[in-house]
Nanobody
């Protein structure tokens, strides 16, 4: 079993900051990437930021570039999202995801957290 548990969501005024954390635990052999998504509409989610374990490279959606920073502690299988200069339009449920391999030789698959609410008031 693999579990992803997010923390750090909450309510903040526009211009403020929040730091999200997500810990992946359980039977994990190898993590390929970890990232954050947010809900767009219905069941659709958009990629907010992702970090590739092997290279440390990162990718962000355009709307958060320069404001959000993704980082990780690979030893703890923990990913962070530092969100600065928050805007009301950043209000959403943020989901942590990890692409990982549980058992050597198995294919990788995506795992998801339950989501954490971020609310930015104007």
């Amino acid at each position: 079993q693999v579990q992803l548990v997010e923390s750090g969501g909450g309510m903040v005024q526009a211009g403020g900051s929040l730091r999200l954390s997500c810990v992946a635990s359980g039977s994990i052999f190898k993590v390929n990437s970890m990232g954050w998504y947010r809900r767009v509409s219905g069941d659709q989610r958009e990629l907010v930021a992702i970090i590739i374990r092997s290279t440390g490279s990162t990718k962000y959606t355009d709307s958060v570039k320069g404001r959000f920073t993704i980082s990780e502690d690979s030893a703890k299988n923990t990913v962070y999202l530092q969100m600065n200069s928050l805007k009301p339009e950043d209000t959403d449920v943020y989901y942590c995801t990890a692409d990982l391999v549980r058992i050597p030789g198995d294919a990788s698959r995506d795992y998801w957290g339950q989501g954490t609410q971020v609310t930015v008031s104007s």
